[in-house]
C-alpha cells in the first residue's frame, strides 16, 4: 500500500511540474530586420537578447517572427502578436497602440550621399525647409505624417537598403533613419571609399527620442501584461545586464 501511495504521489508531482511548465505564457513579438538592433541573426541581436531576458524576469516566453514593417502593425492591431518592436510614439499611433517604457534612446538624422565634394548639403530648421529636395522614406514609418504635413516630395521604399542604395545612385537627395542603424547599414553595403561619401544633416530629425514596445490597446490584460513589462525592463538596467548587453552589441548606452 505504501509502494502505491508513493507511485501515486510521484505521477502527481510529475503532473504538476508539467502544467507548470505549459503554464508558462508565450508572447509574439513582431519586428522587421532593423540592424544593428534586429539583425539577419535575429536570435544573436540585440533587442532579441535584451527581450530573453526581460521574458525571464516576467516568467514569460517571447517568440519572434520578421515581417515588413506595415504587416507588424497590422498583426499586433489583430491580437496575432502581442507586441511590435522597435517603434516610436505619435499622436497618431497613440489613439490606437500602448507603449511600453523606452527600451532604447537614439537619434535620426537625414542622410545625404556626396560623390563630388561639391554637392551643397541642405540646412533646415523646419521640416518646410526642405521642400524641393528629393526625401527618401519607409512605408509604415513614423515621419510619414509629418512628411505630408510640411508637403516634401517623398519617394517612398520598403527598406533602409533601398534607400542608401537609391541616395548613392543620386535617386534621392535625402533619407532619415536612426543614425546609429544608419551608419551600421551604409558600413555593411558599401566599401570605405564609398562610406567617406556619406553624410548627415547637422540638425537631427529626431533627439534623443526613445524605441519602444509597442501593443494594442484591447489586447487582452494588456495594462497589467505592459506593467510587468516595464518592471522587468527596469530590473535588467538596474542589474547591469542590459549594459552588457550594449556593451555586447556595440551600442551606446543611453536610458
Not at 19 to 34: C, E, F, P, R
Not at 88 to 97: A, C, I, L, S
Request: proline residues 5%; negative net charge.
Amino acid at each position: 500500500m505504501h509502494r502505491i501511495v508513493q507511485i501515486v504521489a510521484f505521477v502527481c508531482l510529475m503532473l504538476i511540474g508539467s502544467m507548470g511548465a505549459k503554464a508558462q505564457q508565450s508572447l509574439v513579438v513582431v519586428s522587421n530586420i532593423y540592424p544593428p538592433y534586429v539583425t539577419e541573426d535575429v536570435q544573436n541581436s540585440f533587442l532579441p537578447a535584451l527581450f530573453d531576458e526581460i521574458g525571464k524576469e516576467m516568467g514569460v516566453r517571447f517568440e519572434f517572427k520578421i515581417l515588413p514593417w506595415l504587416r507588424c502593425e497590422k498583426q499586433v492591431e489583430n491580437h496575432d502578436a502581442w507586441g511590435a518592436i522597435p517603434y516610436r510614439k505619435t499622436e497618431d499611433r497613440e489613439k490606437t497602440f500602448a507603449f511600453s517604457e523606452p527600451i532604447y534612446l537614439q537619434d535620426s538624422h537625414f542622410f545625404g550621399y556626396d560623390a563630388d565634394g561639391h554637392k551643397p548639403r541642405a540646412t533646415f530648421d523646419e521640416l518646410t525647409d526642405l521642400r524641393g529636395y528629393r526625401i527618401g522614406g519607409i512605408n509604415g514609418y513614423y515621419y510619414e505624417p509629418w512628411f505630408e504635413q510640411a508637403g516634401l516630395d517623398v519617394d517612398y521604399a520598403n527598406s533602409e537598403e533601398q534607400n542608401f542604395r537609391r541616395l548613392k545612385a543620386g535617386r534621392i537627395d535625402l533619407f532619415s533613419t536612426a543614425t546609429t542603424m544608419g551608419w551600421h547599414q551604409i558600413k555593411t553595403l558599401f566599401p570605405p571609399e564609398e562610406v567617406a561619401h556619406f553624410y548627415t544633416l547637422d540638425k537631427p530629425l529626431v533627439e534623443g527620442a526613445g524605441l519602444y514596445l509597442m501593443t494594442a490597446q484591447t489586447f487582452p490584460q494588456n495594462d497589467v501584461l505592459l506593467k510587468r513589462f516595464n518592471v522587468a525592463l527596469n530590473t535588467v538596467k538596474t542589474t547591469g545586464t542590459y549594459g552588457e548587453l550594449v556593451e555586447k552589441f556595440g551600442l551606446k548606452l543611453r536610458y
